[in-house]
């Protein structure tokens, strides 16, 4: 979604409301990560003081494989995120969006800020006790013999 930001950057205390959703195909690129769900994103933009703001939220849900006993579940994920846009930059900064154009690309933005954002371990429950070393059979449905002998 292309957000066009030239009258929030020339009038103090304009602002605009935004929501969208980011499709399962457009995230279908992304290696590592299943999307189960659209990315829904909403927030708004509004210059107070002459400072431009991006205040925005995600909320989807991810198909992950459990890091210790290989199961597949689905897990919701909600987060928030701010940035200060401005019209033009010399260099990379980190700390604000450049705006070139006066718009910014908020799917880029949002893809970005999120998969910043997701655990880099993901256990499908925090006690999950894994997969037996010996025989591999799954010890949160199971008790084995292998590493008692």
Same mark, same amino acid.
């Given at each position: 979604?292309?957000?066009?930001?030239?009258?929030?950057?020339?009038? %103090?205390?304009?602002?605009?409301? !935004?929501? #969208?959703?980011?499709?399962?195909? $457009?995230?279908?690129?992304?290696?590592? =990560?299943? /999307?189960?769900?659209?990315?829904?994103?909403?927030?708004?933009?509004?210059?107070?003081?002459?400072?431009?703001?991006?205040?925005?939220? %995600?909320?989807?849900?991810?198909? !992950?494989? #459990?890091?210790?006993?290989?199961? $597949?579940?689905?897990?919701?994920?909600? =987060?928030? /995120?701010?940035?200060?846009?401005?019209?033009?930059?010399?260099?990379?900064?980190?700390?604000?969006?450049?705006?070139?154009?006066?718009?910014?690309?908020?799917?880029?933005?949002?893809?970005?800020?999120?998969?910043?954002?997701?655990?880099?371990?993901?256990?499908?429950?925090?006690?999950?006790?894994?997969?037996?070393?010996?025989?591999?059979?799954?010890?949160?449905?199971?008790?084995?013999?292998?590493?008692?002998?």
């Amino acid at each position: 979604m292309k957000i066009n930001l030239k009258q929030i950057f020339n009038i %103090v205390g304009e602002s605009a409301d !935004i929501a #969208c959703s980011i499709s399962q195909e $457009e995230l279908s690129d992304i290696r590592g =990560y299943k /999307f189960s769900s659209p990315v829904d994103v909403k927030g708004r933009v509004y210059n107070r003081a002459g400072i431009v703001t991006l205040e925005y939220s %995600v909320s989807f849900t991810l198909l !992950i494989t #459990c890091d210790r006993c290989l199961k $597949e579940f689905e897990r919701k994920h909600e =987060y928030s /995120f701010d940035h200060i846009v401005v019209p033009s930059a010399s260099s990379d900064n980190d700390d604000y969006i450049a705006a070139g154009g006066e718009s910014i690309e908020l799917n880029d933005i949002a893809v970005t800020d999120l998969l910043l954002q997701l655990p880099t371990k993901n256990l499908c429950r925090e006690d999950c006790k894994g997969l037996c070393m010996v025989c591999g059979c799954d010890l949160n449905e199971v008790t084995c013999n292998c590493l008692n002998n």
